[in-house]
């Protein structure tokens, strides 16, 4: 079954450095988006991408974040100068359609830590 | 703005015996509505969702979740629990015409041997 893929699993930053996650949505798939959730608690949309431009972003998704599709597979989240506060699991999903009852599919997650 | 209320933060159950995981929802319209499964340290999996239709929805693994539109709930269940089924379980709800999925904060659902 196709899935989405995310590296790294795990990535331990200084605060203030810049921090790249990457992302392989599943391959059909025409929506983007960037969840986190802190200590295994609420999950937070951050972003959607459709279209290589952003469709829908959160309050939480600042100055400080970013997205990108680099290339025809990849789908990425920089966050510059990282905070103690941005330490959580970020998701990456797809989904085949955006508005609508399309499942949206996760991946496994990148778990930041920001010391 | 939409939200999702999860009332309990853990559910404890006995093994054979059935489950409820509680959900009620707000938002403008009419809802597609999602349960998704955690496991410790996994990413979310999907269980079923309401589009419209009938309100008896079937997902996997046994799991059911009936809409009721009047009481804006969405609770999810299955008739007899494993312990295997032990794991967070997360409503969902997404308003018509928008991308954004709103999440509720989980409940943590336990079942004892």
């Known amino acids: 079954e196709p899935e989405v893929t995310q590296t790294p699993s795990h990535q331990v930053t200084q605060m203030g450095q810049e921090v790249i996650l990457r992302c392989v949505p599943i391959s059909n798939h025409l929506y983007f988006y960037w969840y986190r959730q802190i200590l295994g608690q609420k999950v937070e949309f951050l972003v959607s991408f459709y279209n290589n431009e952003i469709s829908e972003k959160s309050e939480i998704f600042d100055d400080q974040f970013s997205v990108e599709r680099p290339d025809g597979s990849n789908f990425t989240l920089k966050i510059r100068s990282t905070k103690l506060e941005d330490s959580a699991m970020y998701f990456c999903?797809?989904?085949?359609?955006?508005?609508?009852?399309?499942?949206?599919?996760f991946g496994e997650g990148s778990w930041l830590t920001v010391v | 703005a939409q939200s999702v209320a999860q009332p309990e933060d853990q559910v404890n159950v006995a093994e054979g015996n059935p489950l409820t995981v509680k959900c009620t929802y707000s938002?403008?319209?009419?809802?597609?509505l999602f349960w998704y499964v955690q496991y410790p340290n996994r990413g979310l999996q999907f269980l079923l969702k309401y589009i419209t239709g009938d309100n008896l929805v079937k997902g996997s693994y046994g799991f059911e979740a009936e809409f009721n539109k009047s009481q804006t709930s969405f609770h999810l269940k299955k008739p007899s629990a494993l312990v295997s089924d032990s794991a967070l379980y997360f409503c969902?709800?997404?308003?018509?015409?928008?991308?954004?999925?709103?999440f509720g904060t989980g409940t943590k659902l336990q079942v004892i041997p």
């Open positions: 969902a709800v997404r308003a018509r015409g928008y991308q954004k999925v709103t």
């Open positions: 999903a797809s989904s085949e359609e955006g508005p609508g009852g399309n499942t949206i599919y």
């Open positions: 938002v403008s319209g009419n809802p597609y």
